[in-house]
């Protein structure tokens, strides 16, 4: 378990070096922001696989503890268009930065896109 917590944090701090973010998509009170890292597009057939980053401009509270931004591994299937939570880190700081404030690494439901959506953008996005 404490190797993959380790093997978890340094790939997250490497990653963090290298992260192209990229705006994709905005609230419209402009409270959250929706980036993807190019960089990061994994494509095998029409399933796409690619690193976001939710910056927030109010923290948001888990186990009392605010923090402002998410890096987000999902998945999308271009073509069926629906997308997966693979992994997200969240993070007392904007933009990905300060400390790790929690962590999920069990995939989620894949779930349709709705149309319309900024989950859309952000496919239309990673699929092109």
Same mark, same amino acid.
């Given at each position: 378990?404490?190797r993959? =917590? *380790?093997?978890?944090? =340094?790939?997250l701090a490497?990653? *963090?070096?290298? *992260?192209e973010?990229? $705006?994709?998509?905005?609230? =419209?009170?402009?409270?959250f922001?929706?980036?993807? #890292?190019p960089? /990061? %597009?994994?494509?095998? @057939?029409?399933v796409?696989?690619?690193?976001? =980053?939710? #910056?927030y401009?109010?923290p948001h509270?888990?186990? +009392?503890?605010?923090?402002y931004? #998410?890096?987000?591994?999902m998945?999308? #299937?271009?073509?069926e %268009?629906?997308?997966? /939570? $693979?992994q997200i880190h969240?993070?007392v @700081?904007?933009m990905g930065s300060?400390?790790?404030?929690?962590a999920?690494?069990?995939?989620?439901?894949?779930l349709?896109?709705?149309?319309?959506? +900024?989950t859309?953008?952000l496919?239309?996005?990673?699929?092109?």
């Amino acid at each position: 378990m404490k190797r993959l =917590l *380790a093997t978890t944090l =340094l790939s997250l701090a490497c990653f *963090a070096a290298h *992260a192209e973010w990229v $705006l994709v998509s905005e609230s =419209l009170n402009r409270e959250f922001k929706f980036y993807a #890292d190019p960089t /990061t %597009k994994k494509r095998t @057939g029409n399933v796409v696989r690619v690193w976001q =980053l939710h #910056d927030y401009a109010k923290p948001h509270v888990v186990n +009392i503890k605010p923090y402002y931004s #998410d890096k987000i591994y999902m998945r999308y #299937d271009c073509v069926e %268009k629906t997308s997966q /939570t $693979l992994q997200i880190h969240s993070f007392v @700081g904007r933009m990905g930065s300060g400390e790790m404030e929690g962590a999920a690494n069990k995939p989620g439901d894949e779930l349709s896109v709705p149309p319309n959506s +900024i989950t859309e953008q952000l496919l239309n996005f990673v699929c092109k």
